[in-house]
């Protein structure tokens, strides 16, 4: 299968083109702003690159099965429509959307469409998380989340630093936390607490089979780094085994296998939603 992809450049490119490479997927074609992606000669020596989205749409999108999208979040929807009309399938990078309206606009609007989406939630793929779903085992129990990430100044200085762009501290870096708290313990029934800043927050909320107590940080020290989720007695930091999660999502392109369900996927979206509004009710 061939792969085309936005935002090559990028950190998160280079799991898209290991996990690609190693499911044995082929990159043909390849677009960034910069024109500094010498990490496409490790795994794409031959692939076609240019610096201008026309280029690529143009000239390249025939070449191409699936499109793969590293771009900024807030250009994932308009790009995925442009590659379902032209007959591709697409893989999204998270946040899929910025918000829960425009994902469920999103869903509407693909309808028309026969391409595959896969938004990557590659943590459910997590080889511990099933013991935590064994855990929970649909019981009313209690999850508690702590998840801290490590990045540094350039960090504020880029568009990820900007909520309007990024979403803020919630979508940028929560939303896995967050897709994995509705994926493990079901739709969100209340928002109990909530506070948002910057780099960090935290909160209460209950989902139909758990109260969840999360907390969420960036920090400036990698050794303080973890994503650790506990039910009960047991406790996991999925940090471990991260590094080749992204190959779960291929395996199923590859394989032509559908995607996770985009409606499922919104729903942290939902989630991330609620929070804000309680923030700003109860600020």
Same mark, same amino acid.
């Given at each position: 299968?061939?792969?085309?992809?936005?935002? &090559?450049?990028?950190?998160?490119?280079?799991?898209?083109?290991?996990?690609?490479?190693?499911? /044995?997927?082929?990159?043909?074609?390849? #677009?960034?702003?910069? %024109?500094? &992606?010498?990490?496409? %000669?490790?795994?794409?020596?031959?692939?076609?690159?240019?610096?201008?989205?026309?280029?690529?749409?143009?000239? !390249?999108?025939?070449?191409?099965?699936?499109?793969?999208?590293?771009?900024?979040?807030?250009?994932?929807? /308009?790009?995925?429509?442009?590659?379902?009309?032209?007959?591709? @399938?697409?893989?999204? +990078?998270?946040?899929?959307?910025?918000?829960?309206?425009?994902?469920?606009? $999103?869903?509407?609007?693909?309808?028309?469409?026969?391409? *595959?989406?896969?938004?990557?939630?590659?943590?459910?793929?997590?080889?511990?998380?099933?013991?935590? *779903?064994?855990?929970?085992?649909?019981?009313?129990?209690?999850?508690?989340?702590?998840?801290?990430? #490590?990045?540094?100044?350039?960090?504020?200085?880029?568009?990820?630093?900007?909520?309007?762009?990024?979403?803020?501290?919630?979508?940028?870096?929560?939303? !896995?936390? $967050? %897709?994995?708290?509705?994926?493990?313990?079901? @739709?969100? &029934?209340?928002?109990?607490?909530? +506070?948002?800043?910057?780099?960090?927050?935290?909160?209460?909320?209950? =989902?139909?089979?758990?109260?969840?107590?999360?907390?969420?940080?960036?920090?400036?020290?990698?050794?303080?780094?973890? *994503?650790?989720?506990?039910?009960?007695?047991?406790?996991?930091?999925?940090? %471990?085994?991260?590094?080749?999660?992204?190959?779960?999502?291929? *395996?199923? &392109?590859?394989?032509?296998?559908?995607? #996770?369900?985009?409606?499922?996927?919104?729903?942290?979206?939902?989630?991330?939603?609620?929070?804000? =509004? $309680?923030?700003?009710?109860?600020?």
């Amino acid at each position: 299968m061939r792969f085309g992809i936005l935002g &090559v450049g990028g950190y998160v490119a280079r799991k898209h083109m290991e996990a690609i490479t190693t499911v /044995g997927g082929q990159i043909v074609a390849a #677009c960034d702003l910069s %024109d500094s &992606v010498g990490q496409l %000669d490790r795994y794409a020596p031959r692939c076609m690159f240019t610096t201008r989205d026309e280029v690529f749409w143009q000239d !390249h999108i025939h070449e191409i099965d699936t499109v793969v999208l590293c771009t900024p979040s807030w250009q994932h929807i /308009g790009q995925a429509i442009t590659a379902l009309k032209n007959g591709k @399938n697409v893989v999204i +990078e998270k946040p899929l959307a910025l918000s829960h309206e425009s994902g469920s606009r $999103f869903i509407t609007d693909i309808q028309q469409y026969t391409g *595959r989406v896969y938004p990557v939630v590659q943590l459910r793929y997590h080889p511990e998380v099933a013991t935590l *779903r064994t855990a929970i085992d649909g019981h009313c129990t209690t999850l508690d989340i702590d998840y801290v990430v #490590c990045r540094g100044p350039w960090y504020d200085e880029s568009w990820k630093g900007q909520s309007k762009l990024s979403g803020g501290i919630l979508v940028n870096i929560g939303i !896995h936390l $967050f %897709d994995l708290a509705v994926y493990l313990t079901g @739709n969100v &029934v209340d928002i109990e607490a909530a +506070e948002v800043a910057l780099h960090e927050a935290h909160g209460v909320f209950k =989902t139909e089979h758990a109260r969840v107590t999360w907390r969420l940080a960036i920090v400036d020290d990698p050794a303080a780094v973890h *994503r650790r989720f506990t039910v009960g007695p047991v406790s996991l930091d999925v940090s %471990d085994k991260m590094s080749n999660l992204h190959k779960e999502v291929y *395996r199923r &392109v590859v394989s032509d296998e559908k995607g #996770c369900d985009v409606a499922s996927v919104i729903k942290s979206l939902h989630l991330i939603d609620a929070i804000k =509004t $309680f923030n700003i009710q109860h600020d």
